[in-house]
């Protein structure tokens, strides 16, 4: 046996000890430039959580170079019925679906049928009427006519003037919990909703965290002639073997679905309803782009692998040993997609000051303003319910990590999780593969 054929058994080998979900290869830490005894640090920092009983359970995946190099689940999927968080549990990932739904429309860019200056109601004539509301309350509003349209940049940039329900209660929020949007029976009807709304501010003058994601699923769907649903399964979940990624789940696998956590008043972990309708039943609720998918920790790692090696799969570091990398998105697109598009804006999103905003996906721009360990350049997103995906082009690091608690990084699990694995880091520079040379 030579050692080409000596590699291949060996890697299969390992892919055969992973979960189905988590095809990516696997590695040890030492060789993909990671400390044993500093991850140890990182798992005690992670089991502290669950031990003092601030989260149920965590499931958390490290990759460098496409290799897993750790992977941990810790806690309870069920409390009540002691049933173990496992690293094949299935979990509402909420807006890290934001990520999944811009990579969709970027795909529509790439196949010549949109442009991200083509105004939204170009495609979606339900919000035709768009105007901006500037006083007045929720029975009578005072309303302006727009300045410019919104646009596809707009929504992926989340400068269109969108807001979310649940975020406050203004007198503008109020028309939008009026709206109920998440009891739509479908997108065409989500969308028919949304074109009733008024917008905070005229489109591009500013940056709001809102429903921008929710209208492009609609878009998606309109512009591709297909259910959003089947857009996704068929342009990225099928491709990238995201064998339990989806909108809602098959009866077979609710089982190993998470419950959601919250503390009640005397501090205890109770369990929480969902929120914004995402509702694992099939036919229930609508497939919520900003908010609507179930993922797994090595269903997510594998698309977020695909950013991180420039839009591709099939690589060797992909677990596929094809000679010729399947392309989701082309790297010049996921260049695009993660280059500040906030330099107008003061060059930050509300969230952070650390960090710009891209096409879907928020990059580290100013070390200087950051709180917690990371790189100039990495990128992604997080979720409601206390989930996080952070993608590292210059350290080659992807990191997920999935809790399921309300309210969003109540206990600061994400700055402790990233200060973890990077002070993990033990070699001087890191380490490359050899396709990668």
Known sequence: MNKHIAALALSLIVLGSLPLAAQLPAASPQSAGFSPPRLETLHRTMKTFVDEGKQAGIVWLLARDGKIVDFQALGFRDLEKKLPME???????????????????????????????????????????????????????????????????????????????????????????????????????????????????????????????DVLGCLVERVSGKSFEAFCQERIFNPLRMVDTGFDLPPEKLGRLAKTYQLDAQGKLVAAPPILGVWPEQGRGIASGGAGLFSTAGDYARFAQMLLDGGAMGTRRMGDFSPAPLRILSRKTVEFMTTNHLAALGGAHRFNPAMGFGLGVEMRVDHGKASYLGSVGQFGWYGAATTYCQIDPKERIVAVALSQHFPYNQHKLFEKFANGYYQALNDAEPPRSDSQH
């Open 87 to 213: 690293k094949d549990t299935i979990c509402r990932i909420y807006s890290m679906s934001k990520i999944v739904t811009s990579v969709a429309t970027l795909i529509l860019l790439e196949d010549g049928k949109i442009l991200l200056d083509d105004p939204v109601s170009n495609h979606l004539p339900e919000l035709k009427a768009l105007k901006v509301m500037t006083g007045g309350t929720a029975t009578e509003p005072k309303l302006e006519p727009l300045k410019r349209p919104v646009t596809i940049k707009h929504l992926l940039t989340h400068t269109s003037g969108f807001i979310y329900d649940f975020d406050g209660q203004s007198e503008l929020h109020q028309l939008y919990q009026q709206a109920k949007l998440w009891d739509a029976a479908s997108l065409k009807e989500f969308a028919a909703r949304v074109g009733r709304l008024p917008l905070k501010f005229q489109p591009g003058d500013d940056w709001q965290y809102g429903i921008n994601c």
